[in-house]
């Protein structure tokens, strides 16, 4: 695959990233190079990212504990310090190589350091691939809230390995797709309807390609999200909700973060129905398609109640109102839409029945 | 005074700061304003702030504990906390009235908060005016280790009122000069002239106003510090490592930050008349113009070598070599400069004789 180049950064594939992150260390001489793993990445995808890295300088790993419920500031800190005593200078590199979490808390680390070292995502998740590594938003949740802090701010080098993909479990693999429909449902008719009949086990290069360029594309016209970038949070809104909903439950109730955005999809597809002038047969299509693949959570009247209340803190609010991107169409989205609050509990019951 | 315009924001002083902000805040329309303040400035400098202010948004204020021990990663949790319980959000603004360590920690919190958030600058104390203020620096401390969490990132404007150094003490004041003092050594004998010949009661706004001048015009030439820029790190790696060595031993030990660049100063022109050409005549001047104005501090063996042992943590070094900026004579510096080990026990010798 080719590579894909934006304005400060570019991302490469397969054997081609492996050359061009050599050629970037062997240019840069970074005076040391910290590698960011969880324990997952850690064993499986580590021994293989390091057989093909070839530098003088030093290589030191640092590893964190797996999932969500890190993504903290306290994990920063503990970072933070393991770089200072580990000689870390302003001319050190950060590698991610990981998930999302990974990624976009690696990429917070490093670009708070000493005010800001570089770093390299190497995503290992069907999500972080798709979809975090790319576009420079880098943070850690506080609290329940997700990406409370954090900075935009790009990558050196994004270098995308499919073959990390066999590390996955189905759920996870599910959770990535996520977003891949979703850039589908924002962009194009043509790309869901291929998406549509895809099945996780069948080759994923050209639409982890298509996806990367989708999302890529818009944040190139908009980086900091003033405007365009916002159609990326099409299901986000709610999604994000019943996330951090569901993970203040405590961990055995998380939803991977692609099943809490599916959900919240169907929500805002309805909330498009009644605003934004989408068919009820595309309303119905997306419904089928996402309960097909994300089995219907039961939301109680309690954890809706929750949900709502956890709207008002999402960061894409503004003068405590909620701005919400819809959709017009399939492949057609509109944002900046204030949704009535009686919608909410409608929205809900459509899930439901 | 006129104001200073740089590409991204602009300096304002006294009168025309208040027009400048009220103006400000009637066009952008924050959905909220923030005053962050620590127990000091709340009491002394907020009553008159907010009796200038004009705005229809919601101010809220934010309180933190006064002092460099406070400047933590610990305290931005706090405050990132409070601003989402009181409703932040990506349009709400952020005010730091204080000295440097609100506005460091200030513009930290607010660069990171939702991947940032708009912030003024409203300096109080001489240091903030003359430095910690202006260029885009922000961060907090790890543990003893200075500034090694930060970003750069400008304010949207720097409001100076020099009233408020009505507010501050002697030793207060005393630390600030120590910066306009370095402003002169390192740009301009006839400016380090001038201020040989001013006292600490006397009208300060001209050589505030040419201080400002002097960093922001740097700063406007290599804002992320990779060369020029560096010149104002003199007296400061040394330095650095002072003031940390002695807050590492405890509030009651603790120097102001300009009391400990004084020594640094002293050290590193020490240094300079060792390794860049700066003469015995002007080294002498240094020293005496320095000890005139600050105490000559007590150095045990101890204390050297626990100071040598910090310099490596220093987040201007790379590789892990430690770069000093050098004096070749009053008024002219050069960057980079490498110091043979044996040199620093000379250097205490002649600070201590």
Known sequence: MESILTETYSIYFNEAAYMALNEHLNKERY????????EN?????????????????????????????????????????????????????????????????????????????????????????????????TGVDLGVLKNQVGVINQPRMVLVMVSFLSTLDKRQMSSGFAEMLKHGLITSEAYWSQLKETRLQDPMDGYIYQSIRIKNEIVLQDPRENNLRKILNFGHTLGHAIESHFLQKGEKHALLHGEAIAIGMILEAYLSSKLSGMGTHQLEDIKHTLLERYKKVKLSEEDKKGILSLLIFDKKNTHGLVNFVLLKRIGDSVIDQRVPEHLFMEAFAYYEE
Chains 1, 2 share one sequence.
């Open 41 to 137: 990445t850690h064993r499986d995808c580590l021994p293989i990212f390091l057989s093909s890295l070839e530098t003088n300088s030093d290589v030191e790993i640092i590893e964190m504990e797996a999932g969500e419920t890190n993504k903290t500031v306290e994990t920063c800190i503990q970072i933070w310090h393991a770089l200072s005593e580990l000689g870390g200078d302003r001319r050190s590199l950060m590698i991610n190589l990981g998930g999302g979490v990974v990624t976009d808390l690696g990429g917070f680390v490093a670009s708070t350091f000493k005010r800001g070292i570089d770093f390299i995502n190497v995503p290992t998740s069907l999500l972080a691939m798709v979809d975090a590594s790319i576009g420079g938003k």
């Open 31 to 38: 005076s040391k190079i910290f590698i960011l793993v969880d």
